[in-house]
């Protein structure tokens, strides 16, 4: 489940968000590949960036952020190729 945010600095990212309750998961590029943030910067950092930044290509298994939901969400945008 894909959402975009609209009405502040992020409206042109698309996110893709727990098939069980709707919360944000990780960020979906343009070119298809995926960018997971987490963490928070320091309040004393210069360079504002999050604590973690992984750009991933491929299919993968995330397991929801939420305390309370824990569902884990298949996201497969490679094709199955077969030889």
């Not at 698309?14 to 069980?20: G, L, W």
């Not at 944000?24 to 930044?53: C, Q, T, W």
Request: charged share 30%; with cysteine.
């Amino acid at each position: 489940m894909a959402s975009k945010r609209l009405g502040d600095e992020m409206s042109d990212k698309i996110f893709i968000n727990c098939e069980k309750c709707g919360k944000r998961l990780i960020e979906r590029l343009p070119n298809g590949l995926f960018r997971f943030l987490y963490g928070k910067s320091s309040k004393h950092s210069l360079d504002m960036a999050p604590a973690v930044e992984i750009i991933i290509k491929g299919n993968i298994e995330i397991k929801c952020l939420s305390r309370k939901c824990k569902h884990i969400n298949r996201l497969n945008y490679l094709p199955n190729v077969e030889e």
